[in-house]
């Protein structure tokens, strides 16, 4: 084997290590970028960017069957489920040579298409060569999660890695789990024609506010999508007239069967780390993922490991964030702490649901003496013009004001959160959000009465209105 020797080698050409790598080249740095699959990671090939295309798809077509509350007629969509998945290709084409091994090997960066593996706690193979870097960036992901539910071996089984493959709508897709990529899929084929039905052990999207989760599922159960909770899947087998049949327990106790011609398993994902042979580096890890401290290093000091390998929240945007943190640490020597942000999370439903900072559950499990903000869609202008009036925020306000923590469910949830990671990431208060100017008419005016509310109370003070009245007396 040749020895190869650049400053930085990053495993993994997913959002976190392209991310690495294209910054470090661009400061003329020498980097070796290791991948054994596909260029652009799960992001580009199976998760965010496919995902979000066949939602939009969807998207449309409910459009045209809820066109009558705008005075047009309704119509039922023809779907050809065959070219939609095609445009989801085509999607993903179009970004793919932003994130392409010719693309990064035009900005100076050695790729290696090949498996990686440490021989000690400072050298890798891969493709051939031997690797010695000055600092290894270990981002190599996440992938789905197949429980091992009796009989799940003798049916086929869909994963957000599978799923984009299909050409014919299923018929009858039946989900395996409640969580965000879940609520995702079901929701999107259940508008291009599917019948779906969802089956959680816990909550759907156990992790969010219930107040807001609400909102999204009844949004859900409007459009048709069947929603069990609570629901054990005991035994999977092939149904009896082929499909696929889920014998589930409900919360009572008793048994049913669940008949569906797909099956699609969102019941979490794992940490990737299988064939790099940590133990040879003196690395960390366990089922979680690898072990790292607040500055991302792991227990060898060469070695980073950011993204979903870290174990953290399993989010392109933290990823990202990571990445940043690790070139500054690396390239600059400048302290890092990746626990300092203010993370938000999306789940990409409609109505969307998203959050920032703490709920009201996590704050008052902390023993927080909070004030809860309450703001609906249906009392803001453009929510009635654009007939999205479904939806809420909620704010979590601490001691003077300060604001711990911001949950949307409803029309641009996603964006809106842009404007709470950044209230939260400088600390700011309820003074902030009721001062700041928003054009009328848009959904961001919900942000500002929440906080005028906080505030209105204070009409009703003695000492103020008395002061009022003093000052009326000077004309």
Same mark, same amino acid.
């Given at each position: 084997m040749s020895l190869l020797t650049p400053d930085i080698c990053v495993v993994g050409a997913g959002s976190a290590g392209l991310t690495v790598a294209a910054a470090a080249a661009a400061f003329d740095v020498d980097v070796v970028l290791v991948e054994r699959s596909r260029m652009g990671g799960d992001c580009l090939n199976t998760g965010c960017v496919p995902s979000k295309a066949l939602i939009a798809a969807g998207r449309r077509a409910q459009a045209m069957r809820g066109a009558d509350a705008f005075g047009i007629r309704s119509v039922e969509p023809d779907v050809d489920y065959a070219a939609v998945q095609r445009r989801v290709r085509a999607v993903i084409a179009g970004i793919a040579p932003h994130d392409s091994q010719e693309r990064f090997t035009g900005l100076g960066v050695t790729v290696i298409r090949a498996e990686a593996a440490f021989e000690d706690a400072q050298t890798l193979s891969a493709g051939g060569q031997r690797i010695r870097a000055r600092r290894f960036v270990l981002a190599t992901g996440s992938a789905p999660v197949v429980p091992p539910i009796p009989g799940i071996d003798t049916v086929p089984v869909l994963t957000n890695e599978t799923i984009f493959e299909l050409d014919r709508l299923p018929e009858h897709l039946l989900v395996v789990g409640g969580g965000p990529i879940g609520i995702e899929l079901a929701q999107a084929h259940r508008r291009l024609g599917a019948a779906v039905t969802i089956v959680e052990a816990g909550t759907a999207l156990s992790k969010e506010d219930p107040e807001l989760v609400e909102v999204v599922l009844g949004r859900l159960r409007a459009e048709g999508v069947t929603i069990l909770e609570r629901a054990t899947v005991l035994r999977i087998g092939p149904g009896p007239e082929g499909g696929v049949a889920l014998t589930v327990q409900d919360p009572a106790g008793g048994e049913r069967v669940v008949l569906g011609s797909h099956l699609l398993v969102a019941a979490g994902r794992r940490v990737v780390t299988d064939g790099l042979r940590l133990e040879r580096a003196g690395i960390e890890a366990d089922s979680k993922g690898i072990r790292v401290g607040p500055d991302l290093r792991t227990a060898n000091r060469r070695v980073y490991a950011i993204g979903d390998a870290a174990g953290g929240p399993q989010f392109t945007h933290a990823a990202a964030h990571q990445a940043g943190l690790a070139v500054r640490a690396i390239l600059f020597r400048l302290p890092i702490d990746a626990r300092k942000v203010a993370l938000p999370r999306v789940t990409y439903s409609e109505p969307e649901l998203g959050q920032v900072g703490l709920t009201e559950a996590e704050a008052r499990a902390r023993g927080m003496k909070v004030t809860?903000?309450?703001?609906?869609?249906?009392?803001?202008?453009?929510? $009635?013009?654009?007939?999205?009036?479904?939806?809420?925020?909620?704010?979590?306000?601490?001691?003077?004001? $300060?604001?711990?923590?911001?949950?949307?469910?409803?029309?641009?949830?996603?964006?809106?959160?842009?404007?709470?990671?950044?209230?939260?990431?400088?600390?700011?208060?309820?003074?902030?959000?009721?001062?700041?100017?928003?054009?009328?008419?848009?959904?961001?005016?919900?942000?500002?009465?929440?906080?005028?509310?906080?505030?209105?109370?204070h009409a009703q003070n003695r000492a103020v209105r008395v002061a009022i009245r003093l000052l009326q007396r000077f004309g």
């Open positions: 809860v903000l309450r703001a609906h869609f249906d009392e803001n202008d453009r929510a $009635r013009t654009d007939g999205c009036i479904d939806g809420l925020l909620k704010l979590i306000v601490g001691r003077g004001g $300060r604001i711990l923590g911001a949950g949307i469910a409803g029309e641009g949830a996603g964006e809106m959160t842009n404007l709470f990671s950044l209230v939260l990431s400088r600390r700011l208060k309820l003074s902030a959000l009721q001062g700041f100017v928003a054009p009328y008419p848009t959904l961001g005016e919900v942000a500002k009465r929440a906080a005028t509310a906080y505030y209105a109370p």
